[in-house]
């Protein structure tokens, strides 16, 4: 086992970050923490990199415990933390040799590991990082993480507010390092992403939803799905929060996303009832559940 | 400009030194729309939006934001509009109500229909028990809700809104989207940046910017269409990448 | 080792691009220095003054060419009326009324005594007596020269004599005042921001997770800047000598040797500030106002500390300043060696540790 967490506990003051949380990551696994802002990711991070010292419970990181064996921890791990903390008004260069540095390493010693990365950001080597583009930043960061060739990795929420085309970028240099034998534990909440991930946990108010496979778990969303779209998606969307059988309305994309309270639905009787509600083009079909819908469902429980 | 339409660009443009951050752009909106505005980050989004709701002059071109020029009107735009975005809303220092009655007085409501609007925002969101509360002790999504009412107070025709449900819960979100239909319903235009492709799919039209220009224009469907996509994230990939 | 040169070389990087610390660093302590010694001065020169003379016979006459002649002084009105006399105070510019009583050089002759009333406006109490003492003494001149003739019984001639400030130059006080000050606040507001900025900007977190120690990250920071307070005081040093002519009696070596352990302890101080402030607003506001009122009160820069009262004076002993201002005028002034100063040598060194030690001790190696 690479991370072992069992029942880690950290409030601040009334407010509980972190409740009874356990979690077992594989050794070389690409593992994604995701739910919304204010969920614990961070502190859990925090406290997984020694940053933080939780209230209750224990965890191992490589084998090491993280209040015990604290520094070898800080000597093992690459660590990019929420937002950007570089040296700003150093170079990309001179960032880098920083870290390799103070790591007792160079950057020639693991460039192999951080070529695929570097290399996009290189034409830029002498410039100050705090002039950097949000995407070259991410880069940097991951660079500088990796420079002394960790065991694991700790990314928190490294896409968040970053555009689709350079998300979908940062995921498959991930994939790529995955291979190259890291643990990876990614935080997020951007829900599609977590389709890249071996195994995710979906976490909301400092409590594990679910740890599964992406794949697996969708399968525990309870109840079937459909897609339900009209011609004027807002009365659409009224007329499905007023009907009596509704169990879940959410907007998704085009489409609604129903799911009705009775096991013997018939979309055919809901879609007559919207007809005479005023509503036309009406497409009702079933459709499977997505990480997004699981993790709503299993949020209101 | 025609009677329906609420905001009128025309080249838009606006230069940084040897660098140009908006190129040429065209497009309108019309009333009651819910008009995503997309594009990557350094596309030239923001400096557009800047540019639109007053607080940045144009290079060149010609613009209208609720019938008054973004040149020499941006005050007027200003009082008429509203804004949100994600890096500020709100006070974290300042209660729920404080917050309201502030911005209530800084858009010129009396003190009658602020303390109306208080009570009725509170209301709709269900906000009772925390009303007195620091709007810093509350979780991202429910912030993000009042700020839009807040935005909203002055009864804006146009609402600006800046990427505002970036980090936010699914459900919350989604809820956020449904306070923006209802707006939208009752004839306010709504003007939107997201990084979530799927609440492109709930706007009326698209458009997307890639390096300073727009790149496409239309609505998801026929833009899924067009570009012979399932969904608007791959439509953006296409764009952005080619 | 590598580490920390490492570490090292990121701090100069920040130094020097940084162009506000920058003119901190360099441009306040020249500017202050060049205040000081130019502007502030408690002598006094071309002191305007009116005369109102109600004999105008040889004896006044020649009190007054004395005192025209004088640098101090400078006759700006002649008065008629002893009512003109408030107006002319009111007025402002003149700061002293010398009025001579009717049939001076009579009375001088016949009675051997003679008035003259010096008038000042004490409002500013610390000027009109210097003007009043200069006037005395002019007057004494004046006097000892009529008096050569006659010899008196008993004569008690006090001779005042300055000792190694024999024109009472107030630069002499302020120069080494001022280098203590500016060496210390400058040297411990930079280093107070130093860990700060580190908490602000977020990078904090970056240097815990890795495997450097909170020594060599103290010890680090205040590297850099060792070099450049040096630069600092030298140039002080020069301006003091040349450009204010302020003797340097003793060894400069010494001197030199004393200030590189003066802005250690500054520095020290800083960093310590540094460990347990949050926000770099915070940490400026305590070396600003937490450091300088006691450097400037409390050190004998300006007020002398044996006249205060004895829980100030004790308070004084807690102030690195107050020691080091004990140095520099011993040196500069005195010629003094390193034995009259070892003690307050040894309290600085003494300071240092303490404080570097609480750094380290007070350094968070977590983020809470």
Redesign the interface.
Known sequence: MSIVIENISKSYGKVSALDTISMDIDQGELYGLIGPDGAGKTTLFRILTTLLLPDKGMATVAGYDIIKDFKAIRKQVGYMPGRFSLYQDLTVEENLHFFATIFGTTITENYDLIKDIYVQIEPFKNRRAGKLSGGMKQKLALSCALIHKPKVLFLDEPTTGVDPVSRKEFWEMLKRLQEKGITILVSTPYMDEAALCDRIALIQDGKILEIDTPGSIVKHYPKPIYNIGANNTYRLIEKLNTYEHKHSVFPFGEYIHYTDRRDDFNPKALKNYLETEGLEDIHIEKTKATIEDTFMELAKQ | MMEDTVIQVEGLTKVFGDFTAVNNISFHVNKGEIFGFL?????GKTTAMKMLIGISAPSSGLAHVAGFDVYTQTESIKKTIGYMS?KFALYDDLTVRENIRFFGGIYGLTKTRISQKSNQLIEELGLEKVAKSLVGSL???WKQKIAFSVAMLHDPKIVFLD?PT???????R?QF??MI??A??NGTTIFVTT????EA??CDRVSIMVDGRIEALDT??NLKHHYRSE???DV??KL??S | MKRFIGFVKKEFFHIFRDKRSLFILFGMPVAQIMLFGFAITNEINNVDIAILDRSQDTSTKEIISKISESEYFSILQIVKEEAEIEDVFKKGKVKAVLYFEKDFSKKLVKEHTAKVQIVTDATDPNVANTISNYINSILSNYQQEQNRAITLEYQILPQSRMAYNPELKSVYMFVPGVMTVILMLVSAMMTSISITREKELGTMEILLVSPLNPFQVIIGKVFPYIFLSIINAAAIVILSIFVFHVPVNGSLVLLGLESVLFIVTSLALGILISTISATQQTAMMISLMGLMLPVILLSGFIFPISSMPLPLQLISNIVPAKWFIIIVKGIMLKGVGIHFIWKETLVLFGMTLLFIGLSVKKYKIRLE
Request: overall charge negative; proline content about 8%; aromatic content about 12%.
């Open positions: 594009g990557a980050n350094g596309a994600q979780p991202l999504g990427e970036g980090g936010v819960d699914p459900i919350t989604r989207w449904e239909y209802k939208a319903n990084h979530y492709m799927d799919e709930y998801p469907k969904s608007m994230n953006f990939l952005a990448r």
